[in-house]
C-alpha cells in the first residue's frame, strides 16, 4: 500500500530505525517529570531539592554540549548517540533501583542526573546532525514525526508515570525510562548511514571556532538562541508547578494531566506540520509561542485545572510549531559538515542559564511568593518573544536557502 505523500519518508529504513529509537526513549523520558518532582518531594518536601535536582541534569548537559558538537562531527554521530544511550541507561537504571529499594538520597539523585545530563550533551547535536542523513530531502516531515515522538512520550509518559508513582513509586517509573535507552541504543546500532568523508583534521578549538562562525554570521541563529536564553531561566513552571499541583490541583494526577495535555499539543502541531510549510517559518513560529505563556499565568491563580490542561494543550501546539520550524531551518540553512557543531551552540546558548533559574525558583518563590514568581516569568518570556520579532530576518527569512529550490513536491501555504 502506497503511503500518503506527507508519510513517504517512513519508507526509509534507516529513517524508521532512528524515529523508532526517538519513540522509545522518549516515552521513557515524558515518565521522567512528574517520577522525578515526586520522588524529590516525597523525600524532602522542598522545591530547593526539586530545583537543583533539575538543574543538575542541565548542568551537565550545557557543560558537555559544545564538545558533543566537535566530536560528532568529527567520530560519527551513530556512534556517539549509541554510547550516550548506554551511558544514560546506566546511570537511570541505578537511581531507579535506589528508589525502589528504599535507599536513594537527593546527593545519589543529584548525581545520576549530571551523569545523564552529560550524556545527552552528546546525544543531542548528534541527533541533529544525523536526521538529514538519513531524511534526506523530507526535512520538515522528518523533524515533524520526530516531535510527534516526543509528544507521544509527554502523552504516555505522565500518564504512565503518573499511575506508577501513586501504585509502586517513583523509582520504577525511572527503571522504564533506562530500558527505553537500551532499546534505543539498540535500534541506532543497526542503523547504516554514509561513511564520513575525508576532511583535514583541525585541533580542537579550531573546528569549534568553525561552528561558532556558523552561527555568528546569520542574526536569525543568534536571535533565537539568545532569545531561547533567556526564556529558559525563568523556569517557575517547571520548579513551581509541581508545587502548585500538590498543594492545589490533586497532586501527581494533577500535575500528570497537565504534562500529558501538553504532549498532545504536540501531536496536534506535528500533525499540521506534515501539511503546512509557512513561507515566513520563523516569524510564524515566533507569534505562535505566546501561547506557551499562558500555562504559567494560570498557575498563578491557580485556574481550575481543567482550564490550565486545556492551555497546556495550546502551548504544546507552539512549542512544537517553534522547535520543528527552527530545527528544519538549521538543518537547510547550515552546511551539513558543520551541523552537529551549530546545533552545540544552539543547545548550549538556549539552556545555559536554565541551571541558574531551576535553582533560584524555589528561593525566589520563598521570598516573593509563588504566585508572583510565576507572573514575573511569564512577563518576562513575553518580553523576549517582542524582542525576538523586532529581528528583521526572523520575519524575512524564506524556508530555503537562496540558492537551493526547494522539492517539486513540497507545498506552500
Known amino acids: 500500500m502506497r503511503l500518503p505523500r506527507e508519510l513517504e519518508i517512513l519508507g526509509l529504513r534507516d529513517f524508521r530505525l532512528v524515529f523508532g529509537a526517538s519513540v522509545a526513549s522518549l516515552i521513557g523520558d515524558g515518565m521522567v517529570p512528574v517520577a522525578l518532582s515526586f520522588a524529590v518531594l516525597d523525600l524532602t518536601g522542598s522545591a530547593t531539592d526539586l530545583g537543583i535536582v533539575l538543574a543538575a541534569r542541565v548542568v551537565a548537559l550545557v557543560s558537555s554540549l559544545l564538545i558533543g558538537g566537535v566530536v560528532a562531527d568529527r567520530v560519527g554521530r551513530r556512534a556517539v548517540m549509541v554510547a550516550a544511550d548506554v551511558a544514560r541507561f546506566a546511570a537511570q537504571a541505578a537511581i531507579g533501583v535506589l528508589l525502589v529499594s528504599g535507599h536513594a538520597t537527593i546527593a545519589e539523585m543529584v548525581v545520576a542526573q549530571l551523569l545523564v545530563g552529560a550524556a545527552s550533551g552528546f546525544f543531542n547535536p548528534a541527533s541533529s546532525g544525523l536526521l538529514p542523513m538519513v531524511a534526506g530531502e523530507h526535512l520538515q516531515p522528518a523533524n515533524s514525526l520526530k516531535g510527534m515522538a516526543m509528544a507521544g512520550g509527554n502523552i504516555a509518559g505522565p500518564a504512565i508515570s503518573g499511575a506508577l508513582v501513586v501504585a509502586t513509586g517513583p523509582g520504577s517509573a525511572l527503571l522504564i525510562d ?108 515566533t507569534a505562535a509561542s505566546a501561547a506557551a505563556v499562558v500555562p504559567t499565568v494560570l498557575l498563578a491563580g491557580p485556574a481550575p485545572l481543567a482550564v490550565i490542561v486545556v492551555a497546556s494543550l495550546l502551548a504544546g501546539v507552539s512549542t512544537m510549531l517553534f522547535n520543528t520550524l527552527f530545527e528544519t531551518m538549521l538543518q537547510r540553512h547550515i552546511p551539513r559538515r558543520a551541523l552537529s557543531r551549530v546545533s552545540s551552540f544552539d543547545w548550549f546558548g538556549s539552556l545555559a542559564l536554565q541551571p541558574v533559574g531551576l535553582a533560584l525558583m524555589g528561593p525566589l518563590a520563598g521570598a516573593i511568593g509563588v504566585s508572583e514568581t510565576l507572573y514575573l516569568a511569564a512577563g518576562l518570556k513575553l518580553l523576549t518573544l517582542a524582542a525576538l520579532l523586532a529581528v528583521k530576518d526572523i520575519r524575512r527569512l524564506g524556508p530555503f536557502p537562496a540558492t537551493t529550490a526547494p522539492p517539486a513536491t513540497r507545498s506552500s501555504r
Open 178 to 285: 533506562a530500558a527505553s535507552y537500551a532499546v534505543s541504543a539498540l535500534l541506532l546500532a543497526r542503523v547504516k548511514v554514509a561513511a564520513r568523508l575525508p576532511s583535514p583534521r583541525q585541533r580542537f578549538v579550531a573546528e569549534l571556532r568553525e561552528g561558532f562562525a556558523e552561527v555568528r554570521k546569520r542574526t536569525w541563529v543568534w536571535a533565537v538562541i539568545a532569545s531561547a536564553a533567556f526564556w529558559n531561566v525563568m523556569a517557575a513552571f517547571t520548579v513551581l508547578g509541581p508545587v502548585v499541583a500538590k498543594s492545589s490541583l490533586g497532586g501527581p494526577a494533577g500535575w500528570a494531566a497537565i504534562l500529558t495535555a501538553e504532549g498532545v499539543g504536540w501531536l496536534a502541531g506535528g500533525v499540521a506540520l506534515l501539511r503546512v510549510s509557512p513561507r515566513r517559518p520563523l516569524i510564524v513560529a
